[in-house]
């Protein structure tokens, strides 16, 4: 069973940085896509970046609110995510989600961690 643990959530000033981490449990080259969603209070899940790794090249896209702010990134040999937050605002405050997804036999099964809150405050 696939586990993703999420850490470095925490409380930070306008303006102030983050950097989110998620521990995969298994080889990164197992996924398809990779990346980080985001829940704000009384709000829907929203996507916040994805990486898919077509054709092993890879690309990311970003939520066009966090374009330029964050970073998406892998550490293949350390089986984790990161998600670089700079330049945070009050509206980034949420629960962060890690997510991926396998492609087996026809059928996609996604993955997500518990989840690690950031909120942005002064």
């Known amino acids: 069973q696939v586990q993703l643990v999420e850490s470095g959530g925490g409380l930070v000033q306008p303006g102030g940085s983050l950097r989110l981490s998620c521990a995969v449990s298994a080889s990164m080259h197992s996924f398809n896509t990779m990346g980080w969603y985001r829940q704000a209070p009384g709000k829907q899940r929203e996507v916040v970046a994805l990486?898919?790794?077509?054709?092993?090249?890879?690309?990311?896209n970003y939520a066009d609110s966090v374009r330029g702010r964050f970073t998406f990134s892998r550490d293949n040999a350390k089986n984790t995510i990161n998600l670089q937050m700079n330049s945070l605002n009050p509206e980034d405050t949420a629960v962060y989600y890690c997510y991926a997804d396998q492609l087996y036999m026809g059928r996609q099964y996604d993955y997500w961690g518990k989840g690690t809150l950031v909120t942005v405050s002064s």
């Open positions: 990486f898919t790794d077509s054709a092993r090249e890879g690309s990311t």
